[in-house]
């Protein structure tokens, strides 16, 4: 019904009006310093409190460009202060926002930052609906900035996205990470896709690492960055250092 949808976008609104960024790091394989980090959605609005739910309500309501231009404001402030010093920050669009003009827009608020930035893609979404497709990623990546496959492994799209997007990072699902260090198939997995990787010039990402033995296991296997709570939590930061 009609209230029942004001309500909805009320809700949204508020999402929209209240969220935060949350980071969390991403450190070398080799040495384990600090590469980078993930910023990730955290709302505070009750009735859309995961990140899945706001994106959702955005689809729904048609203004999934509004919010990845809001988020991407927050995070071209967030790259001029000093919250994540290590360098480069990863950053995750929805399908959707490759079709928005703004991504694309030499004048919009993370481009001048562009080298410092990585757009994840998901693959567990379809991209079949993205205009000119691969005209947008060519664009992107003049501009400077570097694309990751996300979430490889878990989707639906099986490696088309791989083919299409010609990433410049891949980055593999948490499940096949969860322990790989007793797991012979996911290992073997793994292990193939860094060989491929390696062979295309990819980077290799794992996600979710929760112990030092997938840890340990992930080093042999090539794997060159590595993210999960064992390195650290998405932390928010202090709303001081959000600046202006
Ligand atoms: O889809 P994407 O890979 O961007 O989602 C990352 C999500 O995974 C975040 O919500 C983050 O909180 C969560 N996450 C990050 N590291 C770990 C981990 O080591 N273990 C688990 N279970 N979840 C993690
Ligand atoms: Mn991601």
Known sequence: TVER???FASAFERALAGFRLAFQPIVRAETGE????????RSFEPSLPHPGAVLRAAERLERVHELGRAIRSQAA???????????????N????DLADEQLLDVGAPLTAQASRIV????????????????RRV??????????AVDDLGAGYAGLSSFVVLQPDIVKIDMSLIRDVDSDPTRR???????????????????????TQAERQVLIELGCDLLQGYLF?????????????
């Open 119 to 134: 757009l994840e893609i998901t693959e567990r979404a379809s991209l079949d609906g993205v205009p000119d497709l691969h």
């Open 5 to 7: 949808t004001g309500d």
């Open 93 to 96: 669009l929805h399908p959707q």
């Open 77 to 91: 402030r967030i790259l001029g202060s000093d919250v994540c010093p290590a360098g480069t920050l990863f950053l």
């Open 138 to 147: 060519e664009r992107l990546r003049e501009l400077g900035f570097r694309i």
């Open 188 to 210: 073997k997995l793994v292990r193939s896709m860094a060989d491929v990787c390696r062979d295309m010039g990819i980077q290799v990402v794992a996600e979710g690492i929760e």
């Open 232 to 244: 650290g939590r998405p932390e928010l930061m202090p709303s001081s250092e959000e600046g202006t």
């Open 34 to 41: 600090q590469y980078g980090c993930e910023a990730l959605l």
